[in-house]
């Protein structure tokens, strides 16, 4: 089995320009997460999908954050313009349904360095 | 609002010694309780979770954790570690109300085993 695939696995980038992350789950798998690790800290989410619907994304900054999920299958994150303070690993998840009943797998996230 | 504390950020260990970490979590209602583990160069994977019954959980490689509700602790531990437990740990919440599947992650702690 396949498991979460991430692109690019790393990104350095000037503050004030944009950034698109890729994410492609498990096939199958209706639920997909996308977490912001910065260094020295835990994965915080900041979206999950059920299908292509929005379940929740109360932590994600929203002036300069969007995500997709079209087709119910992969996943676009993208940042615009990055500051300073994005600079985190970006990690995708994905799991059978949008419920603690199933584990979420991970894939090998996206570094994201901003100078 | 939820979140997890992990007070141990960096442990170094000696082969064969004993692990205990610790995960401490602020949310008073019922949760699901999670350990991930992130080995060098590999993606994060569920190490054990505790869902009901049993406060004592059994995971991989002679991994244990126990759930003490009173202490709102959930600590990992490995009566004696080896060389290839060197990873990163991280505990993780998931509230059930409202069920989404959201987790909720500590900041993680860098186990370093010398041989």
């Known amino acids: 089995e396949a498991g979460v695939a991430q692109s690019p696995r790393y990104k350095i980038i000037e503050k004030r320009q944009s950034v698109a992350f890729w994410c492609n789950p498990i096939s199958g798998h209706a639920t997909l997460y996308w977490y912001q690790q910065i260094l020295g800290q835990g994965p915080k989410l900041l979206i999950q999908?059920?299908?292509?619907?929005?379940?929740?994304d109360s932590q994600l900054p929203k002036d300069r954050f969007s995500a997709e999920r079209l087709k119910g299958v992969d996943s676009t994150l993208k940042i615009q313009p990055a500051k300073l303070e994005d600079s985190a690993v970006y990690l995708c998840?994905?799991?059978?349904?949008?419920?603690?009943?199933?584990?979420?797998?991970f894939g090998p996230g996206t570094r994201l360095t901003v100078t | 609002a939820q979140s997890v504390s992990q007070h141990n950020h960096h442990v170094i260990l000696s082969e064969a010694a004993s692990l205990e970490l610790g995960c401490n979590y602020s949310?008073?209602?019922?949760?699901?309780l999670f350990w991930y583990v992130q080995y060098p160069g590999q993606h994060l994977q569920l190490l054990l979770k505790y869902f009901s019954g049993d406060p004592l959980v059994k995971g991989i490689k002679g991994f244990e954790a126990e759930f003490i509700k009173s202490k709102f602790s959930f600590n990992l531990r490995k009566p004696s570690v080896q060389w290839s437990d060197t990873a990163e740990y991280v505990c993780a919440v998931n509230a059930l109300s409202g069920n989404t599947g959201k987790l909720i992650f500590g900041q993680g702690t860098t186990l370093q085993v010398k041989p």
């Open positions: 949310y008073g209602g019922t949760v699901n």
């Open positions: 998840a994905s799991s059978l349904e949008a419920s603690y009943s199933y584990e979420q797998y």
């Open positions: 999908f059920q299908n292509n619907g929005v379940v929740d």
